[in-house]
Structure formats: structure tokens, C-alpha cells
């Protein structure tokens, strides 16, 4: 059974047009993050939550939000996508931040812009 | 931050073994991780290694840890056409993982 679940698979959007994309997670993790990963390029952190604590990586465009309401759900927002925004974008989960509560990832969506 | 490097391609006959490579360059990194990724889907954890550790084994896939040279592999025994995919090694900085940029694994019949 999935673990960290994404919804849509996949999003179309149009340029300009506030788009949502969610994630749950039935781990019980007090950790979750956000990553864009463009095509045949490594996974990139967005921003991550320690509980109800948010994390911004420095060079997160400020097109880029998130909230995350409860422990099981976090969502990504983009506030006006541009066409460079077209990516897949993952969700993980981790029980804490150290390196021995390794990340565990959902199935991502796939973003495209119109 | 970390750098981390990774053959980018490697092609493997179904049966055979398939070893792939990853440098990295911070020595401050206490976990090293591979991850799998088939097309159109998230990271799948594989197996990941205490920097302290220099082997780790678990079913068919066995993780090589040089930590004077930084060089870690994954070795797959017995490669079958669902292992192919593209394979991340990432080390940790804290809660932050440094990826390679992921190799490319082709099994071919």
C-alpha cells in the first residue's frame, strides 16, 4: 500500500493560473519535503516541514508555497506558474531528520503548463 | 555542498551483474543512499549505508563503501529486465540529500 500519496498524477495548468498540488502520508513522519525534479536532472529541495515548522531552501523561487495543515498532508502551491515551472514534483516523508530516517518518496506529479 | 558524480550510462545483459559507480567529495556525510527510479514515478529507497560501514548487504543488492576515497557502488546480482531504471546515490548534509545526477541502467535480453 502506498505510503506517500500524491494527488493528481498529473496537473495541467495554464501559464499564469494558480495551481495546488497535495501529498499524504500515512508513515506518521514528522518530517515532510517538497522537491521539483526537471527532466533527466536529480531531484531538487524545494522547502521542507518539521512538524509545523517550514523550512525555505535559499534559491526557492517565492513563486513557490506551501502549508501543511496536519502531520498527514502538505501542500505544494504555485502561485503564478511560468513555463519553467513544468516539472515533476515529489513529495517525501521522513521520521526525523537525521541520516539513519532515510527520505521515502511518493509517486510525484507530473506538472505541465499550458 | 556536497558534490556528488555518477556514471551517467550503463548497459547490462539480463542475468549478469551490474555495478554502479558514485564519487562523492564531503567526507561529513553520515548516510549514503541509492535510490531507484522507473520512468514516470517517485524514488524507491533501496538501501542505504552508515558512513562508518564499509559493506552492506540485502538480497541482491550489495553496497561498497571506500570512505578514503569516497567512492561508493551498488552491485545488483542477477540482473533482471525490472531493475531497469535510473539509480541515485545521495549522500546527507543534515536533513539535506546531495544527489548525482543518476545513472541510467539498460538491461538488455
Not at chain 1, 506518521?28 to 533527466?40: A, G, I, L, R
Not at chain 2, 556536497?2 to 551517467?8: A, G, H, I, N, R
Amino acid at each position: 500500500d502506498a505510503m506517500v500519496i500524491q494527488n493528481p498524477r498529473y496537473q495541467v495548468t495554464q501559464f499564469g493560473k494558480p495551481v495546488t498540488l497535495s501529498c499524504s502520508q500515512t508513515l506518521n513522519h514528522n518530517v515532510m519535503y517538497w522537491y521539483q525534479q526537471k527532466s533527466s536532472q536529480a531531484p531538487k529541495l524545494l522547502f521542507h516541514y518539521y512538524d509545523k515548522d517550514f523550512n525555505n531552501e535559499a534559491d526557492t523561487p517565492d513563486n513557490f508555497q506551501s502549508r501543511r495543515p496536519n502531520t498527514s498532508f502538505c501542500f505544494l502551491d504555485i502561485r503564478s506558474p511560468g513555463l519553467g515551472d513544468a516539472a515533476m514534483y515529489l513529495c517525501a516523508t521522513s521520521r526525523g531528520q537525521g541520516g539513519n530516517q532515510p527520505q521515502h518518496f511518493g509517486d510525484g506529479t507530473r506538472l505541465s503548463i499550458l | 555542498g556536497e558534490d556528488v558524480e555518477q556514471s551517467l550510462f550503463l548497459s547490462v545483459r539480463e542475468g549478469d551483474s551490474s555495478v554502479i559507480n558514485c564519487t562523492y567529495t564531503d567526507s561529513s556525510s553520515t548516510y549514503l543512499y541509492w535510490y531507484k527510479q522507473e520512468p514516470g514515478a517517485g524514488l524507491q529507497l533501496l538501501t542505504y549505508i552508515f558512513s562508518n560501514m564499509d559493506m552492506k548487504q540485502d538480497q541482491r543488492l550489495t553496497v561498497l563503501l571506500n570512505k578514503k576515497d569516497k567512492h561508493l557502488s551498488l552491485r545488483i546480482a542477477d540482473t533482471q529486465t525490472g531493475d531497469s531504471a535510473i539509480y541515485f546515490c545521495a549522500g546527507n548534509l543534515g536533513y539535506k540529500l546531495s544527489f548525482g545526477a543518476g545513472t541510467t541502467v539498460t538491461v538488455r535480453a
